[in-house]
């Protein structure tokens, strides 16, 4: 991923074929008539690092940044529910990490939901003005996830024992139901592995992250549902006997 333009990234990027390059691609994004991504198409999910704050005794050693990219269903008549792009890496500078989350994420132009434990890539984001690229905190009470809770943060999402042994689960029941549409070699190898309470499995908990992401898409997209369908106009009877709109 290179930047179209050095000194203004928000004209974007642009994808170029090199071996042994640090972004595996699946399948590139969608576009719409006008060129870009498909709207709410797509959804990252990110396992980010804070160097600086980082014990160097973990049993487990340094863990790696990763994120993945999600395409979501969408019709019957085209391929939806897979993982199309993946980043997994540990530079000497957190930052570049930072910046080529950025990259796939004004690639696929996807919002990215992130474990908000690890707060240095949010800093990034807001500091450089980009969190039209950040997902906002789910609501986990209305998933079922927790019975309530104080976290205050706008975006990303905290990650206490309970949310995390959910997004494994429901990861664990999505790779039963897809497996034969996963086609990022070491994501598999990384779920074969995973233990749990082991920080070693980025690739595992940034693809969980992402599916907790879609999920509460489809929360956010069924309420909104159900508030249309509360607003419907109904026919009532006037006083005159004729059946209006109420």
Same mark, same amino acid.
Not at 211 to 221: F, P, R, T, V
């Given at each position: 991923m290179e930047w179209i333009d050095k000194?203004?990234?928000?004209? !974007? =990027?642009? $994808?170029? %074929?090199?071996? *042994? *390059?640090?972004?595996?691609?699946v399948e590139h994004p969608m576009l719409n008539s006008e060129g870009n991504p498909q709207?709410?198409?797509?959804? %990252?999910?990110?396992?980010?690092?804070? %160097? =600086?704050?980082?014990?160097t005794d973990d049993k487990d050693g340094k863990s790696r940044g990763s994120i993945f990219v999600y395409k979501r269903f969408w019709k019957p008549s085209i391929l939806g529910d897979i993982f199309v792009a993946k980043l997994t890496q540990r530079p000497d500078d957190a930052e570049d990490f930072y $910046?080529?989350? =950025?990259?796939?994420?004004?690639?696929? *132009?996807?919002?990215?939901?992130y474990e908000h434990t690890k707060i240095g890539i949010a800093r990034h984001y807001i500091t450089n003005k980009l969190t039209m690229y950040l997902y906002e905190k789910p609501d986990l009470v209305s998933l079922g996830v927790l019975k309530k809770t104080k976290s205050t943060n706008r975006f990303g999402v905290t990650?206490?024992?309970? =949310?995390?042994?959910?997004?494994? +689960?429901q990861y664990a029941t999505w790779i039963k139901k897809n497996i034969d549409s996963m086609f990022i070699l070491? +994501?598999?190898?990384? *779920?074969?592995?995973?233990i749990f309470g082991s920080s070693a499995f980025d690739e595992t908990m940034a693809a %969980?992250?992402?599916?907790? !992401?879609?999920?509460?898409?489809?929360?956010?997209?069924?309420?909104?549902?159900?508030?249309?369908?509360?607003?419907?106009?109904?026919?009532?009877?006037?006083a005159q006997g004729k059946m209006i709109f109420n």
């Open positions: 000194k203004n990234i928000k004209k !974007g =990027v642009r $994808w170029e %074929a090199k071996k *042994g *390059g640090t972004f595996t691609i709207e709410k198409l797509y959804i %990252a999910g990110c396992d980010s690092y804070d %160097a =600086v704050e980082e014990t $910046w080529n989350t =950025v990259k796939l994420n004004m690639y696929y *132009g996807c919002k990215m939901l990650m206490p024992d309970p =949310v995390k042994r959910y997004i494994i +689960q070491s +994501q598999m190898e990384d *779920g074969i592995n995973f %969980a992250i992402t599916l907790l !992401g879609n999920e509460d898409m489809y929360s956010i997209k069924i309420k909104e549902d159900e508030e249309n369908t509360r607003s419907f106009p109904k026919f009532r009877t006037n």
